[in-house]
């Protein structure tokens, strides 16, 4: 085995000294000293051999491997690693790639904002894990309210001492937004909401919402209505009328729920598309504002039901099954 030995290395450097460009000297390195080449093969064959055998063997390999690296390195300096490629032929047409587009959703979202924004409003944010003070406690549900039970609601594990959950309206929003400032304030926030609903052509466990939130000294349902006026004309055509019937919400008093009279498949009708009220004194008074010095009103809107009434789509699921012949047909 050691004359076998000898005899590939002899073989390896007579072939190295022909080696005239980097092209060939690649073509070597694969065949002698690659993961695959014929060092590699030798030394597998060492397995074989007589025990008493192996240590000699394994210095002899061991030499060689060093005698061809180094040559290896020696003729790389002398006609470099550069190996020439095909030129690309850059003048053949290539794929036609379709323009993207924004999601249904997104563009609705932009479009609301845009519209509010006309109005005075400014965007505010929040965490859409939130603590039960804010979902809960600062809008006036108490403990033991059924909007709290585990059935309506995902909670989550207890964080420092206080058990999180995914909110359940962008209401938190407003919260944070007294909170963070005085009045008067005039804000709207757009955001995901999460409740365990059964998921239909009208339900689904995750959703959007937009709140709006207006206080200052003065504020009335008139002004609510009117708000609300110029945004279904602005949304849904000059012809959109805006009623409000009475209902009941923990945070707002009086409440109402919204409806907007649009045009659908060329019939006109009444679609329900969220609540609103007069914000009620004791959230103001949760957040440290004077109840008696300022009022305000607060709404929200489904931007699904906003979405589905403007497209005429009529199954929610299709919003979220990414189904790209449901997309591209908006």
């Known amino acids: 085995m050691l004359q076998q030995i000898q005899q590939q290395e002899t ?6 000294q022909s080696i005239a460009d980097a092209a060939s000297l690649e073509v070597w390195r694969i065949t002698w000293i690659g993961s695959n080449g014929k060092l590699k093969a030798i030394m ?33 300096q002398g006609v470099g690693t550069t190996v020439a490629r095909p030129a690309m032929d850059l003048t053949e047409p290539g ?22 924004g006309r109005m005075g409003f400014d965007v505010a944010e929040g965490p859409e894990v939130e603590d039960e003070w804010h979902n809960f406690t600062a809008l006036n549900i108490p403990d033991g309210h059924p909007a709290r039970e585990p059935t309506d609601n995902f909670y989550m594990s207890e964080q420092g001492g206080v058990r999180r959950l995914l ?31 059964t998921h239909d052509a009208t339900h689904f466990s995750m959703f959007h919402q937009i709140e709006g939130l207006f ?39 009086p409440s109402a729920e919204v409806d907007m009279k649009m045009c659908i498949k060329g019939v006109w009708r009444w679609v329900e598309l969220g609540g609103c009220g007069m ?3 004791a959230v103001l008074t949760s957040v440290g504002i004077d ?33 790209i012949r449901f997309l591209r047909q908006f």
């Open 11 to 16: 073989q390896a450097l007579s072939e190295a």
């Open 44 to 76: 597998e064959s060492l397995k074989s051999a007589p025990k008493d055998q192996k240590p000699s063997l394994g210095k002899r390999l061991n030499e060689m491997k060093q005698v061809l690296d180094s040559e290896f390195e020696l003729r790389k």
């Open 95 to 116: 794929l036609r790639m379709g323009e993207g587009r924004r999601h249904i959703l997104s563009r609705t979202i932009a479009d609301i904002v845009q519209i509010f």
């Open 167 to 197: 909110r359940t309206q962008t209401s938190t929003v407003q919260i944070r937004a007294m909170e963070a400032g005085k009045p008067p304030l005039k804000v709207v926030a757009v955001g995901r909401v999460y409740r365990p609903d």
């Open 215 to 253: 206080v200052d000294k003065g504020v009335t349902m008139v002004d609510l209505k009117t708000t609300l006026w110029h945004f279904a004309r602005a949304c849904f055509g000059p012809e959109a009328e805006v009623r409000m019937r009475p209902s009941f919400f923990p945070f707002t008093e």
């Open 279 to 281: 914000v009620d004194p």
């Open 291 to 323: 109840p008696e010095v300022f009022t305000g009103f607060a709404f929200g809107l489904g931007v699904e039901r906003i979405a589905m009434r403007r497209h005429g789509i009529s199954d929610i699921r299709l919003l979220f099954e990414n189904d």
